[in-house]
Each structure stands twice: as structure tokens, then as C-alpha cells.
């Protein structure tokens, strides 16, 4: 299709919305604001993100006995000739002059490639969304555009997905093929109902919405379920379903340590409800060979409470109900300040692990946010 008969989705004109511009936003968008749907992805292919990392300096495509600050994985391995006068003898195949009985040398080259692997968590914290998009769908807007542009600048793109139940690496692929695969996994592995909800026992919220889980979604934004593409699964994955091997972030981040040659792009994209010490220690060690940037989603709920609530709400964690206080007013100011300091935590702990901070809210439009940073 060409890019002209693509509708560009217009930016807000603020950064508080009214629900006629969200809904609005959402029909452009083809999104349900729920479950992530292939066209909405596929949307990403004409307004492509550009990968978060930083530029390098003094960047230099000639050899010479300085070390290069070309991006890549350095010097790999060619082909086998003969030996011929002037070869550094320290590249010579000893294997393959003993087999033939002719000196014969290793030719390497210079690999300017560098593959990006996108981690993607669907875990229960992200079902949660109050405005636009739950937090979960908003992970899977932001690795659709990394993917297109990854794939656009010539790069592979591969990673993993994963959700409380089971996970799926993806091997990094090129070209077009690459980036449909890679958004056939997210859709896949987007679960396609709220952890724990139990409609018998959900309570009902104010202002007509359902309470989920771990959140609410509004009545304009539910849907029937997509059903992911899971043809390639077992070829890309290793889902497990067990209790016992519950999905979590330090088990992907250790995934990653092990998948990740040196050099690689790491955009890990997850609220980082479950950073701590180990999780900490493990990007610790990621930074140590790659370029790791995090992506924290976040949802505008998280941060306040609406300040023209005059009702209070009931929330669902799955379990029981409880009562939020948003009509006195000190319950909004000590919400805040936990809030506060629960995003500066998280933050903080990122930057100790060298790790850039990409902040990314589930309220807005993925594309705008990144536009509006890069203005910076």
C-alpha cells in the first residue's frame, strides 16, 4: 500500500485530551484501546519510532589501530585463501593447511550491522489503562514502530514477548518479513482477558466503566478478543504454562544475557513493576556489552487521580474489591506523593544500572510523545 493512502493520524492539539479526541484518535487509529489488532500495528510502518540511543561521536568507517566507535559486533570471520606474502601470520588456518598441505589464511570483515532485540512485557501490572490505551497495548504500539524503523535503517529485529504465562524469543530478521513476524508475536501474546477477572464477582465502577483486574476500560473500548497468529511459535518460542514457571523480568533479562552478542541494541519496554536488586544487577551486566535503553510505560492514573471525581470507586484485583477514596481530597495528595515516589524509584534504579529512560504514557499516542522528545 502506498504511503499516501495511508491516513496519518493527526496529533492532540494538548496534552489532556477530550474523550471526543481519544475516541477519535481510536477509529484513526483502528484500535479498541484494549487488544492490539494487526492494522493498528501495521500503522507504525508509515510514522516508524527511531530507535532511543544515543548517537556516537566520532564515528569512522576506516580500520587503523585505534579502536572504532562504529556501531557493530567489530571483525568476523569471511573466508579461507591462500596465504599470500605480507598476510598476518596470526590469521593463519592451521586446520586447513594441515588438510591440504598449503598455507592458507582467515579473511575477516568489518560487521556494521547491529541487530536490535525488543523485550516486550505483557505482564498482569500492564493490563491497566484509565484514558487511551491500556498499558500492555501501548508496549506493543511502541515496539511496532522501533521494529519498522529497526528494519527501515537496513537492521534486523528479533526479541522477546512474554506475559505471566509463557514467553517467545524471536529470532532477529530483516526486511519486512522480520517486522510482520515480530507483530504477529505481540498480537499472540497480548492476553486476551484481564488476569484474574472474574465477571460473576467484578464490581462496576463509576462514569459506566468495568473494573478490571488491574484496571479500568472504558465501554468504548471493549472488544472481542483477538485471536493471535501463532503459526511460527514453536519455532520462535518456549511457552510454559506451569505455576511453577510463572514469566517474570529478571527471567527475560537473563534470557537476554545469554541470546545478546556483543554490540547488540536492548530496548526493554515494561512499567518496571518488578525492578529490584537482582533485576538491577542483571541490566547491570547487559550494559556492560550492550546499548540498553528502557521504555517505562506509564498510565495517567498511576501518577494522579482525576481531580473532578465527586464519586468513590470500587477496583477489582482479581480477588476481592476495594474501595478507592477519590473524593477526599487528602487521599489525592497522599496517593500523589506515593506515586511520585514510586516513578523516581524505578527511574533511579534504571540510571544505576546505566540504562537510559525513555518515559512513555499509556494516555497519549505513542507516535506524539516520541516526536515530542526528539524536539528536545
Not at 512485557?121 to 511502541?142: C, E
Not at 501463532?230 to 534470557?255: D, F, H, I, Y
Not at 518488578?274 to 498511576?302: C, G, R, W, Y
Not at 499509556?362 to 506524539?368: K, Q, T
Request: hydrophobic letters at 35%; proline letters at 5%; a positive charge.
Amino acid at each position: 500500500m502506498p504511503k499516501s493512502a495511508t491516513a496519518v493520524i493527526k496529533d492532540f492539539t494538548s496534552t489532556n485530551p477530550s474523550t471526543k479526541e481519544l475516541s477519535e484518535w481510536l477509529t484513526q487509529a483502528h484500535s479498541n484501546g484494549v487488544y492490539p489488532e494487526m492494522a493498528e500495528l501495521l500503522k507504525y510502518r508509515y510514522q516508524p519510532l527511531a530507535l532511543p540511543v544515543p548517537k556516537a561521536s566520532g564515528s569512522s568507517s576506516q580500520s587503523g589501530l585505534r579502536l572504532s566507535k562504529t556501531r557493530g559486533r567489530g571483525m568476523e570471520f569471511d573466508e579461507v585463501r591462500h596465504y599470500q606474502a605480507g598476510d598476518d601470520v596470526r590469521a593463519i588456518d592451521w586446520r586447513v593447511t594441515a588438510r591440504t598441505g598449503q598455507t592458507h589464511t582467515k579473511l575477516f570483515r568489518e560487521e556494521k550491522e547491529r541487530p536490535v532485540f525488543l523485550c516486550v512485557d505483557f505482564s498482569n501490572s500492564m493490563w491497566f489503562g484509565s484514558q487511551l490505551l491500556l498499558k500492555s497495548l501501548q508496549a506493543a504500539h511502541v515496539a511496532a514502530g522501533i521494529a519498522w524503523h529497526t528494519i527501515q535503517r537496513g537492521d534486523r529485529v528479533g526479541g522477546l514477548i512474554y506475559n505471566n504465562a509463557e514467553h517467545s524469543e524471536i529470532k532477529p530478521q530483516g526486511r519486512q518479513h522480520g517486522a510482520l513476524l515480530f507483530l504477529k508475536q505481540l498480537i499472540a501474546l497480548h492476553p486476551t482477558t484481564a488476569p484474574g477477572f472474574n465477571k460473576a464477582t467484578a464490581g462496576k465502577g463509576t462514569a459506566g466503566k468495568d473494573i478490571t483486574a488491574h484496571g479500568t476500560v472504558s465501554k468504548s473500548a471493549k472488544s472481542q478478543p483477538v485471536q493471535g497468529n501463532t503459526t511460527n511459535k514453536k519455532q520462535t518460542s518456549e511457552p510454559t504454562n506451569s505455576p511453577e514457571a510463572a514469566q517474570n523480568l529478571a527471567q527475560q533479562l537473563r534470557r537476554l544475557l545469554k541470546l545478546c552478542r556483543p554490540g547488540a541494541d536492548i530496548v526493554l519496554i515494561s512499567d518496571f513493576s518488578e525492578l529490584n536488586a537482582e533485576t538491577i544487577k542483571l541490566l547491570q551486566s547487559l550494559h556492560k556489552h550492550h546499548t540498553v535503553t528502557a521504555v517505562m510505560i506509564t498510565d495517567p492514573f498511576e501518577e494522579q487521580l482525576p481531580q473532578s471525581a465527586f464519586r468513590d470507586i470500587d477496583i477489582y484485583d482479581g480477588k476481592e474489591t476495594h474501595r478507592l477514596f477519590i473524593s477526599n481530597p487528602e487521599f489525592h495528595r497522599k496517593w500523589q506523593e506515593q506515586a511520585k515516589q514510586w516513578l523516581q524509584v524505578r527511574a533511579e534504579g534504571l540510571r544505576r544500572a546505566g540504562v537510559r529512560v525513555v518515559p512513555i504514557s499509556a494516555g497519549l499516542p505513542a507516535h506524539d510523545q516520541w516526536i515530542h522528545r526528539g524536539r528536545k
